[in-house]
């Protein structure tokens, strides 16, 4: 069972600039795709980005060029940064896992998931 921490989440001003961390256990993270995914309150949760167990990433047009994933696989970790924040990136932020197999790569859902990390950027 793969286990998903997120950190990083917080207050900060329009503006400002943020990054969480979500550490995996419990699966060789190489072979995790991992994904970031967003729920502001009263509305549905949505994808924001993802990115493969090799390195290829894929991004919602909603942050494109504003926010960016990366991972550190020696730290089984995969990082959000997020630079520019706007009041409507207020939400609780979340990480998730899928075991990288053939056809799934943005097409099946993602398996595992993070407790969540409270962003809110005040304007």
């Known amino acids: 069972q793969v286990q998903l921490a997120e950190s990083g989440g917080g207050l900060v001003q329009a503006g400002d600039s943020l990054r969480l961390s979500c550490t995996a256990s419990g699966r060789t993270f190489t072979e995790l795709n991992m994904g970031w995914f967003r729920q502001a309150p009263g509305k549905e949760r949505d994808f924001l980005v993802a990115?493969?167990?090799?390195?290829?990433?894929y991004y919602a047009d909603s942050v494109k060029g504003r926010f960016t994933i990366s991972r550190d696989n020696a730290k089984n970790t995969v990082y959000l940064q997020m630079n520019s924040l706007k009041s409507e990136d207020t939400a609780v932020y979340y990480c998730?896992?899928?075991?990288?197999?053939?056809?799934?790569?943005?097409?099946?859902?993602?398996?595992?998931w993070g407790q969540g990390t409270q962003v809110t950027v005040s304007s």
């Open positions: 998730a896992g899928q075991v990288n197999r053939v056809g799934v790569w943005l097409r099946k859902p993602f398996e595992y």
């Open positions: 990115i493969k167990s090799g390195g290829s990433t």
